[in-house]
C-alpha cells in the first residue's frame, strides 16, 4: 500500500458496479471437447471472473486480483494483474465445486488496503425447482453463477477521487444522460454514494472539486459524445460500452443484453418479484388474521358455556 497522498475528500462516497463469478461448462465431445493432458477425472473447464458491468474497464481502481484455488489443484494460489479493459479471470478445468477466495488489490493511488471477495465454483445447476435450475445456464450448457457487485469508495484521497470521475458523466451532459442511450446513471443504488462530479461535489465535499466541476461543466457535449465547444480545447470523446455505459461511471446498462443480465431491467423485474411477494404475503397475513379472530370469539363462547355450567 503505497503512503495516502493528498486529503480525503469529506462527505463523499463514489461506487463502481461490477460482476464476479464462475462460468463452467461439462466437458463433451462435440460442444467443448477435452483438450489433450487433462486428467480423466476432470469433468468441466470453468472460468472465474471479476470484470466490470458491460464489460467496461475497471483497472483504473482495481490493479490486481489474487485468486486462492482449492489446493488440489496445482499452483492454487494466482495473482492476476490487470489488463485495460480485460476482466481479471483464471481458466481452469477439474471435477469439483468449492470456495474460491479472490483478494482484490486497489491501484496504489488509492491508499486502499485489499479487500477479500468469496465466491463459490459452481459446475451443477441448483435450486428448488427446475426453473431456478435452468435459470444457472446460458445458452443451454454453461452454468453461471454471477454475482452483482457494487465496490464503495468512502471518503477518496484526492488524487484518486479524480482518477475515479476522470471520464464520468460531467455535470452539464445532463441532455446526454437523457437522450444519449446509456441509463440509470444517477448512481442513486445506495442513497450515500454519488458517480457523477456533480453529484459528489453538491454534497458539499471539497471545494477544489467543485471548482473542477465547473470548469469541466462549460464544455458540452452532443448524443454522440463529441464536444460541441468551439473552443480550441482538445476535444474529449466520451467513451461508452455497447449497452450505454459511460467508461468509468456508475452507469448500468438500461436493458439485458446476453451474457449481460445486470440492468435497469433486472432491477424493475426483482421489484416487481418483491412486490408481489409482498401482496402475497400481506393476503396471508390478512386471512391469518381472520382464522385467528374467530378461534378468539370461540374460544370466548366455549368460557362462557363453561362459567355458565360452573
Ligand atoms: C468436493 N470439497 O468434494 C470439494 C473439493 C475439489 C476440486 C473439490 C481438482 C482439479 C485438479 C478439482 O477439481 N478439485 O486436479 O486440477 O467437491
Known amino acids: 500500500m503505497a503512503p495516502p497522498t493528498g486529503k480525503r475528500v469529506k462527505g463523499v462516497q463514489i461506487f463502481r458496479p461490477f460482476v464476479y463469478g ?157 437522450g444519449g442511450g446509456g441509463g440509470g446513471g444517477s448512481g442513486a443504488a445506495t442513497p450515500t454514494s454519488a458517480n457523477t462530479p456533480g453529484a459528489s461535489s453538491s454534497k458539499g465535499g471539497n471545494k477544489k472539486g467543485h471548482e473542477r466541476s465547473h470548469s469541466r461543466a462549460s464544455v458540452s457535449t452532443n448524443k454522440d459524445g463529441k464536444n460541441n465547444n468551439e473552443s480550441k480545447e482538445e476535444p474529449f470523446v466520451i467513451q461508452k460500452s455497447e449497452g450505454g455505459v459511460l467508461e468509468r461511471s456508475a452507469m448500468i446498462p438500461l436493458v439485458n443484453r446476453p451474457g449481460q443480465p445486470f440492468s435497469r431491467e433486472t432491477e424493475q423485474l426483482e421489484i416487481q418479484k418483491l412486490k408481489e411477494a409482498k401482496l402475497k404475503v400481506d393476503e396471508m397475513k390478512k386471512q391469518m388474521m381472520e382464522e385467528l379472530e374467530k378461534k378468539q370469539k370461540r374460544l370466548e363462547a366455549l368460557r362462557a358455556e363453561s362459567a355458565k355450567a360452573a
Open 22 to 178: 464462475t462460468t463452467a461448462r461439462p466437458f463433451d465431445e462435440k460442444t467443448n471437447p477435452k483438450p489433450p493432458g487433462i486428467p480423466d477425472d476432470h469433468t468441466h473447464s470453468w472460468t472465474v471472473f471479476i470484470k466490470g458491468i458491460d464489460d467496461v474497464d475497471i483497472t483504473y481502481w482495481l490493479r490486481r486480483v489474487q485468486f486462492k484455488l482449492h489446493e488440489s489443484i496445482p499452483n492454487h494460489v494466482r495473482m492476476v494483474e490487470g489488463v485495460k479493459g480485460q476482466p481479471f479471470q483464471i481458466h481452469e478445468t477439474g471435477w469439483g465445486e468449492f470456495e474460491i477466495t479472490m483478494k482484490l488489490y486497489y491501484v496504489p493511488e488509492s491508499s486502499e488496503k485489499p479487500q477479500t471477495l468469496y465466491h463459490h465454483l459452481r459446475l451443477h445447476p441448483f435450486g428448488r425447482t427446475e426453473e431456478k435450475k435452468e435459470a444457472m445456464r446460458l445458452n443451454g450448457g454453461e452454468v453461471i453463477s454471477w454475482v452483482y457487485e457494487e465496490q464503495i469508495f468512502n471518503e477518496p484521497y484526492e488524487p484518486f477521487y479524480d482518477i475515479l470521475i476522470s471520464g464520468a458523466l460531467p455535470p452539464s451532459a445532463s441532455t446526454l444522460k437523457d
